[in-house]
Antibody, heavy 117, light 110 residues
Framework: EMQLVESGGGLVQPGGSLRLSCAAS????????MTWVRQAPGKGLEWVAN????????NYVDSVKGRFTISRDNAKNSLYLQMNSLRTEDTAVYYCVKDGFWTFENWGQGTLVTVSS | QSALTQPPSASGSPGQSVTISCTGT?????????VSWYQQHPGKAPKLMIY???KRPSGVPDRFSGSKSGNTASLTVSGLQGEDEADYYCSSYAGSNNWVFGTGTKVTVL
């Protein structure tokens, strides 16, 4: 069964940047859309961005457009999220998700991003 | 992209059934049969329980079932068990490769 492991979270000041990584094992990512979902402390889930199998199509929630960039490296079986101009409201656990058929099939354990001065 | 509306809480005694609603619009739930449900225990990652409105992934007990009518989807958990106590979230495709989640429902087993 596929395992997804996120890394790269941490404490960053407002306006700063972080790059999240997601490494997959047990199966290949190259045949799946991939997604980032976040969850602010004590709050619900929020879809953030997704990327097509070959990286040719990327989509973002309005609140992160122009600040976040999703990318992937199929040769490394990895997914990334470059986050720039971070705001306090970006504080959340960020989950790496492998899409299934019109659903979010496999979830990583998440990495916490805290934006605070 | 507004979140789908779920009741904040629901509860039932062991063995009983509980149904959670998820209300959206004609642009998401009402427009597509791509509603999913996720179970999340405290401190854990969400787990897929239902997809395409009614389908269960392998390994999910048949006590979990989904349905949809118009702009509202529902998740029913029959024969409630202690391990069913968790937060539940719905999600729906919202067109143009965008997705939306529900506000979440905390299910308590009394």
């Amino acid at each position: 069964e596929m395992q997804l492991v996120e890394s790269g979270g941490g404490l960053v000041q407002p306006g700063g940047s972080l790059r999240l990584s997601c490494a997959a094992s047990g199966s290949t990512l190259r045949t799946s859309w991939m997604t980032w979902v976040r969850q602010a402390p004590g709050k619900g889930l929020e879809w953030v961005a997704n990327i097509k199998e070959d990286g040719s199509q990327k989509n973002y929630v309005d609140s992160v457009k122009g600040r976040f960039t999703i990318s992937r490296d199929n040769a490394k079986n990895s997914l990334y999220l470059q986050m720039n101009s971070l705001r306090t409201e970006d504080t959340a656990v960020y989950y790496c998700v492998k899409d299934g058929f019109w659903t979010f099939e496999n979830w990583g354990q998440g990495t916490l991003v805290t934006v605070s001065s | 992209q507004s979140a789908l509306t779920q009741p904040p809480s629901a509860s039932g005694s062991p063995g009983q059934s509980v149904t959670i609603s998820c209300t959206g619009t004609s642009s998401d739930i009402g427009g597509y049969n791509y509603v999913s449900w996720y179970q999340q225990h405290p401190g854990k990652a969400p787990k897929l329980m239902i997809y395409e409105v009614t389908k269960r992934p392998s390994g999910v007990p048949d006590r979990f079932s989904g349905s949809k009518s118009g702009n509202t989807a529902s998740l029913t958990v029959s024969g409630l068990q202690g391990e069913d106590e968790a937060d539940y979230y719905c999600s729906s495709y919202a067109g143009s490769n965008n997705w939306v989640f529900g506000t979440g429902t905390k299910v308590t087993v009394l």
